[in-house]
């Protein structure tokens, strides 16, 4: 996968609380990063076998459509960390905000 703004940021985003499960909405307003950038990347990692997806249960949405929700797996922790750690050594990417735990 191609190392990109829109990734690094993606990644920082799911790293700050790479136990939680996030949602998109969520995800978009963290990162800073358009769903049109944003889903095709979420698309390329769970290929990669970097998250896992499921769908919010119908109790938990209380009455509107329910989320679907991205976690990390382990494999995604480790891969997006070194993405991380690599990203803070590129210049492309200094002046980032990878505020990630």
Not at 17 to 46: E, F, I, N, T
Not at 73 to 84: I, S
Request: hydrophobic residues 40%; without cysteine.
């Amino acid at each position: 996968m191609r190392t990109t703004h829109a990734l690094v940021q993606l990644a920082a985003a799911l790293m700050v609380a790479p136990d939680d499960r996030h949602w998109g909405y969520q995800l978009s307003k963290a990162s800073g990063v358009q769903s049109g950038a944003m889903y095709p990347r979420l698309s390329a990692m769970l290929a990669e076998g970097w998250l896992d997806d499921g769908w919010e249960d119908q109790h938990e949405a209380g009455g509107r459509p329910p989320r679907r929700y991205y976690t990390l797996t382990e494999k995604g922790k480790v891969e997006l960390g070194a993405l991380l750690s690599r990203a803070e050594q590129d210049q492309r990417f200094r002046g980032m905000n990878l505020g990630y735990a």
